[in-house]
């Protein structure tokens, strides 16, 4: 284990406050940074998200936990990052719903997935 993610992506610890465990965490983190940040993070998940997503292959997701869910929560990252990199090309777009009202559902997972609203 590299201080928070698995042996072989130490390069990613730099951005390990993007591993939020909840999707508007990760959001929040998103809004939170500047272009210049979401653009690198980007650009090395970008290069790095092939190989993270191979090295999770090899377990279920329920066996995904400590520095291998950090590691699979900046792979989710990366998803919400590309909104901000590749359609707005600004962290807090203008015409967007605001984030702070986005409140996902499946964020109270697994209870979600059995219809109990928080």
Not at 2 to 16: K, R, Y
Not at 52 to 71: H, K, P, R, V
Not at 87 to 107: G, L, T
Request: charged share 20%; with cysteine; net charge negative.
């Amino acid at each position: 284990m590299a201080d928070g993610l698995p042996d072989g992506f130490e390069d990613l610890l730099p951005f390990l406050d993007w591993a939020c465990p909840t999707e508007l965490g990760r959001n929040e983190r998103r809004w939170a940074a500047t272009m210049a940040e979401s653009q690198t993070f980007y650009d090395t998940m970008l290069a790095r998200g092939a190989a993270a997503l191979e090295y999770l292959g090899q377990f279920s997701l329920d066996e995904i936990a400590d520095e291998n869910l950090a590691l699979l929560n900046m792979c989710l990252a990366l998803a919400e990052c590309s909104a901000t990199v590749e359609m707005y090309e600004n962290p807090q777009p203008k015409y967007v719903f605001p984030i702070k009202r986005f409140v996902p559902m499946h964020d109270a997972w697994p209870l979600a997935a059995a219809g109990v609203r928080p």
